[in-house]
Every structure is written in structure tokens, then in C-alpha cells.
């Protein structure tokens, strides 16, 4: 079955950037039919859909978060990954990597990661 | 504020059913048949329970249904098992601009 595996450091300073890796165990990051989203969800609040890659490169972004937001994919690697600049105490979240079937419906999900955004 | 609304708590006996509303607008829910339900249980991944308004991944039980009317989508537990304590998220694609959408998550209990 599938497995994802997210890493990245749980603390995080303000103004810096935030770097997740999500590897996939298995082939189906070469599956045209799917895509690799990062999905968060800030303490006690709901889920927030950051954004989605697929592995033509094509990227989709939360219009929210658009302009700190960068989603690559390491075929070779079997990975995506997310980038997310100038960090405040807002992006404090557990985040979540997951495979996205078709228009945002996440059938597999990694185990989540807490980041927490403090000096 | 969520995108889509939903109840913050539903509860019902063993053996009951409860029903979870999501409403969002025309642009969302009502314009789309990408409706997804996600339970999550607290440190855990949240996992797929319904997805395209009503069709179950496999394993999840026929308990588990949904439907959806105009811009509000349900999702419906029947015969509550103590395991169906959860938080349920629904989630809906938006269009090529806001892309995809989550509520707000309904607490469910089981009595």
C-alpha cells in the first residue's frame, strides 16, 4: 500500500522558509492519473488545501498563498516537495502531504508533520 | 472563517445515524460532483470516506453515504459504531481559480 513520508523541520523562525519533502513508496508519482498536494491545518482551526503539482510540472496554488508558495516534484527521487517563504506565527500548522485522484480529493495521506513558527 | 460551512458538533446513540451538512455556494458544492468526506481522528491521517458525492473507497464501510442537493452536500452515518467518533471534514473542488475548498470540520460523538 501506499506510504507517504513527510520531513522537515518542526520549528521554524519568522521571516524564514519553510522546506517539506514528501517521499512516495511506490511507483505511482509516475502515474499520469494522479497529482501530489500539500494540505495544512493551523491548531484548533480547519484544513487549508495549500496546492498541488503534477508530474508534468504543473502546479496549482491556493490563491491565499500563491505568492509564497513553490511545489517542485523529484521524479528521480520519488518526492515532492513545498516551499513556503516568509513565515509568520500563522503558518504555524500540522502539515500533510497527500495524493490528490482528481480536483482535490486526497485518497492517501502522509502522517503530518507540526510546524511551529517561532524565534 | 471556513469556505464551506459546516456544523461544529453532531452526535448520536450506537446504532443511530447522524447526518453532517456542507454548504458552500454555486461556485463549489453546487457546480461540481467533487465532493469529498474526510475522517480524522486527532494525530492521525485523515482518511478518504467519501469522494465524488457519494462513491466509497474501498474499505469503507456502506454505512457511510452521501448526497448532495443544489449547493449543500451530506454526509450520512448509518448504524453509529463508537470507532465513527471523529472530526469530518468535506472538501469540494472550486474551479481553476480557488482550486479546492475544505469546511470547517463537525465534531461527531458517539453517545
Known amino acids: 500500500q501506499l506510504q507517504l513520508q513527510l520531513s522537515g523541520p518542526g520549528l521554524v523562525k519568522p521571516s524564514e522558509t519553510l522546506s517539506l519533502t514528501c517521499a512516495v513508496s511506490?511507483?505511482?508519482?509516475?502515474?499520469?492519473?494522479?497529482?501530489w498536494g500539500w494540505i495544512r491545518q493551523p491548531p484548533g482551526k480547519a484544513l487549508e488545501w495549500i496546492g498541488s503539482i503534477h508530474l508534468t510540472g504543473t502546479t496549482y496554488y491556493n490563491p491565499s498563498l500563491k505568492t509564497r508558495v513553490t511545489i517542485s516534484i523529484d521524479m528521480s527521487n520519488s518526492q515532492f516537495s513545498l516551499r513556503l517563504t516568509s513565515l509568520t506565527a500563522a503558518d504555524t500548522a500540522v502539515y500533510y502531504c497527500?495524493?490528490?485522484?482528481?480536483?482535490?480529493?486526497?485518497?492517501?495521506w502522509g502522517q503530518g508533520t507540526l510546524v511551529t513558527v517561532s524565534s | 472563517q471556513s469556505a464551506l460551512t459546516q456544523p461544529p458538533s453532531a452526535s448520536g446513540s450506537p446504532g443511530q445515524s447522524v447526518t453532517i451538512s456542507c454548504t458552500g455556494t454555486?461556485?463549489?458544492?453546487?457546480?461540481?460532483?467533487?465532493v469529498s468526506w474526510y475522517q480524522h481522528h486527532p494525530g492521525k491521517a485523515p482518511k478518504l470516506m467519501l469522494y465524488e458525492v457519494s462513491r466509497r473507497p474501498s474499505g469503507v464501510p456502506d454505512r457511510f453515504s452521501g448526497s448532495k442537493s443544489g449547493n449543500t452536500a451530506s454526509l450520512t452515518v448509518s448504524g453509529l459504531q463508537a470507532e465513527d467518533e471523529a472530526d469530518y471534514y468535506c472538501g469540494s473542488y472550486a474551479g481553476s481559480i480557488n482550486h479546492v475548498l475544505f469546511g470547517g470540520g463537525t465534531k461527531l460523538t458517539v453517545l
Open positions: 454555486s461556485s463549489d458544492v453546487g457546480n461540481y460532483k467533487y
Open positions: 511506490d511507483d505511482s508519482i509516475r502515474n499520469t492519473n494522479y497529482h
Open positions: 497527500a495524493r490528490d485522484i482528481a480536483y482535490g480529493t486526497s485518497d492517501f
